[in-house]
Every structure is written in C-alpha cells, then in structure tokens.
C-alpha cells in the first residue's frame, strides 16, 4: 500500500471554480487500484448537489531546490459523499488523471 496527501491550490467543479479557503486531497494505492478523496473548506457555503461531479484541481507537490513550489494538474469524477456548512468532502468514482509514479513517495 501506497499513500499521498497534497494540498489543492484551487479547483473547479465542472465549469466553474470553487472559493477555496483550504484543501486537501489523499491518494492510496492498495494492489494497483487507487482510491482518492478531497476535503474542501470553501470561503463561503457552495450550494453543490449530492451527486457525481467532474473535478479538475492543481495541487501543491513539493518544492524545487530552492524553495519554490511545484504543482500538478488532476482530473476526474468524485461523488459529494458529504457536506457541512463550507466543508465539502468528494470520494473519486474512478480514474484520477495526472497521477504518476513520481507523486508518490520512495521507501
């Protein structure tokens, strides 16, 4: 098993961008399936139906030798599987593009 945790530097859902305040997304590989969820905290409560939405979200990587930040472009469906006030919590329903290799961390 395999894990990875980023932070979102933004996000959009289906055509439009989300007021990020903060974010987080997990990867786990367990026997080469990967599972992936993200947690929201938006600037003000977004109204988002409880169903299957497109996602697409750059996250924070890691840094280069001299500090500045790289950033990796995701893509694909999640569920809304819950929500409270401005937290919106997404479980993937299938792929998530842009995952390679290099994301996750050597032993």
């Known amino acids: 098993m395999r894990h990875v945790q ?3 530097a933004d996000i959009e859902l289906g055509p439009r961008a989300l007021p990020l305040k903060y974010g987080t997304v997990q990867i786990v590989e367990r026997d080469d399936v990967v599972d992936w969820e993200l947690v929201l905290h938006t600037i003000e409560s977004e109204p988002v139906a409880q169903a299957i939405h497109p ?3 750059r ?3 890691g840094a280069d030798d001299r500090g500045a930040l790289a950033f990796s472009r995701f893509h694909g469906e999640a569920a809304l599987v819950r929500w409270v006030d401005t937290t919106l919590v997404f479980r993937g329903a299938g792929l998530l593009s842009g995952l390679e290799e290099h994301h996750f961390p050597t032993a």
């Open 59 to 61: 996250a924070i990587t």
């Open 6 to 8: 980023f932070h979102i």
């Open 55 to 57: 996602l697409a979200f």
